[in-house]
């Protein structure tokens, strides 16, 4: 990056911190200075800090926790118009694009990145001096700091693969600002030991008022156990997921109405574990992005799920009535009954909303600007799947489908899923992987997780047509049948087409950084 374009960055973020208004999550008050070598004097000073770091965080994933952990996956489809959607849904991104601009663009990432730098090196200093006789709260933040880090760059590793690698704070103009993109290997080490530091260092407070909305123990052992998935480290993610069941203390809800308290009372929750907190007051009028996303009462929104995937969870029946709780919990089940008609209609997804009179009715759906929804980042579901995916391929298929059945119950939906349901000649290793993330697919509906479980299954990083089966086999299909859609197969007339698993850079950051200079994804330019 340019070096000024770059400090642009990181003073921005020392801004952000600087005119933060009173964050009801932290409890503290705004700093009047933003010079990070005369700030860290006190708890409050340290309190600040955090909030700025977390503030930034929604700035990273007020619409990108849902534009690149969902939208190009097979739970989506067009709602209202515009052209971004269709680019992201046919699979026709490039790297200089007004409409999808801020969606592969990763300025804000980076800032978010360079305001736990700070943290990172001047924490240890109040922690030595005890400064304010704080030393157990600084360890706690340094903590947080390295988690997420580690969440920021796990986020970049999955959408643009390779990452330059900034892990100093920025303060002065002579400091080197342009840096190579590092390997994978590198990203990847990088990320763990971010996650070992944390866990040497953060808390487990598990009763705080609003401390499900800062990330414990418990929240870094489950982006330990996503980080294993990731790169199919069954063993190591067992051992993760394990740690995070008995730090969390988390405990499965036992109706369908629990299952939605997660989403509109999460702070209540024995099943939430990390959620993005989001209040339009503090934020200035500006609400996180579900409602644009999903389901807004002040425009049409972009995005709808695909009415097969409605269908597939209506399917879910006894004595022909659906009893998945996630199919009237989050859709207007008496408005919309029939695939036919939800399939002519922009019907809104009421996942994260409350009713306007009885379940299974009208939600409230709040204006763009007034979105306060609180996305889960990790749950107790998320975490328990992933361990049934390990446990799949370790050889357990019992303990495995113990959990998807668990799952089920939980929501009203009783059709248990036995090793016998495997076909005869059917890899049962593959065959019950397959059960499973169609299970996540159902259960994490507009949650940001379902690109990602499609990228990760099966040969990653690799972008011959050996690569991605489980993205081919659901998305090339859906792709086919979309007027000027690219599939992910490189024999389909598109060169390179399997790159674009991938999301391309920005040009904008090659024009700031020549050290990126030829070191684009391909098939995007630069």
């Not at 009173?22 to 503290?28: A, S, T």
């Not at 007004?98 to 990172?120: E, K, Q, V």
């Not at 995070?244 to 702070?267: G, L, Y």
């Amino acid at each position: 990056m340019k070096r000024s374009n770059f400090l642009t960055i990181v003073f921005t973020g020392l801004l952000l911190v600087s005119s933060l208004q009173c964050n009801k999550m932290l409890d503290e008050s705004p700093v009047s200075t933003a010079d990070p070598k005369n700030f860290w004097k006190d708890q409050n000073d340290a309190k600040s800090w955090m909030a700025g770091i977390y503030n930034q965080l929604q700035n990273v994933l007020r619409t990108n926790w849902f534009d690149w952990g969902e939208v190009r996956s097979d739970n989506m489809t067009v709602a209202g118009t515009g052209n971004a959607q269709t680019k992201l849904l046919n699979n026709a991104l490039t790297a200089n694009d007004s409409d999808i601009n801020g969606i592969t663009r990763w300025t804000d990432l980076y800032t978010a990145i360079s305001l736990c730098n700070f943290g990172i090196k001047y924490f240890p200093e109040m922690i030595t001096e005890n400064r304010d006789q704080g030393q157990a709260l600084y360890k706690d933040y340094l903590g947080q700091c390295y988690a997420l880090r580690g969440l920021l760059y796990f986020y970049g590793l999955r959408v643009w693969g390779k990452m330059p690698m900034l892990l100093e704070p920025v303060e002065d103009l002579n400091q080197e600002v342009q840096f190579p993109r590092s390997e994978i290997a590198v990203v990847k080490k990088q990320i763990q030991d971010d996650i070992e530091a944390a866990l040497g260092l953060i808390g487990n407070d598990l009763t705080s008022r609003g401390i499900k909305y800062r990330i414990q123990k418990a929240g870094v052992y489950a982006l330990q156990t996503d980080v294993h998935m990731w790169f199919q480290e069954y063993d190591q993610a067992l051992v993760a997921s394990q740690n995070c069941i008995t730090t969390s203390k988390c405990t499965w809800v036992s109706t369908p109405m629990q299952w939605k308290d997660m989403f509109v009372n999460p702070e209540a929750s024995t099943e939430t574990i990390f959620n993005l907190y989001w209040n339009d007051v503090e934020r200035g009028n500006t609400g996180v992005g579900v409602c644009q996303k999903l389901g807004s009462g002040s425009n049409t929104h972009q995005y709808k799920v695909r009415p097969e995937l409605w269908q597939e969870l209506k399917n879910h029946t006894e004595n022909n009535v659906t009893t998945d709780g996630r199919f009237y919990l989050c859709w207007d089940t008496v408005t919309y009954n029939l695939q036919s008609d939800y399939a002519a209609n922009v019907v809104q997804f009421g996942k994260f909303a409350v009713w306007e009179a009885l379940p299974g009715g009208d939600f409230i759906f709040e204006g763009n600007n007034q979105c306060n929804a609180k996305i889960p980042i990790y749950r107790y579901a998320d975490v328990m799947l992933l361990r049934a995916e390990a446990l799949t391929h370790k050889g357990r298929f019992s303990e495995a489908l113990e959990i998807v059945n668990k799952v089920r119950q939980r929501v009203g939906y009783m059709e248990k899923a036995e090793e016998t349901d495997v076909p005869p000649g059917e890899d049962k290793t593959k065959y019950i992987e397959r059960l499973i993330l169609k299970e996540r697919q159902f259960e994490f509906i507009g949650e940001g997780k379902r690109w990602f479980d499609l990228c990760r299954i099966d040969k990653m990083y690799d972008f011959s047509n050996n690569g991605y089966a489980y993205l081919r086999e659901m998305m090339n299909p859906i792709l086919a049948a979309r007027e000027g859609a690219t599939q992910f197969d490189n024999n389909a007339g598109t060169p390179n087409a399997m790159g674009r698993v991938l999301y391309p850079i920005n040009s904008d950051a090659f024009n700031a950084n020549r050290k990126l200079v030829g070191d684009q994804n391909p098939p995007y330019d630069e």
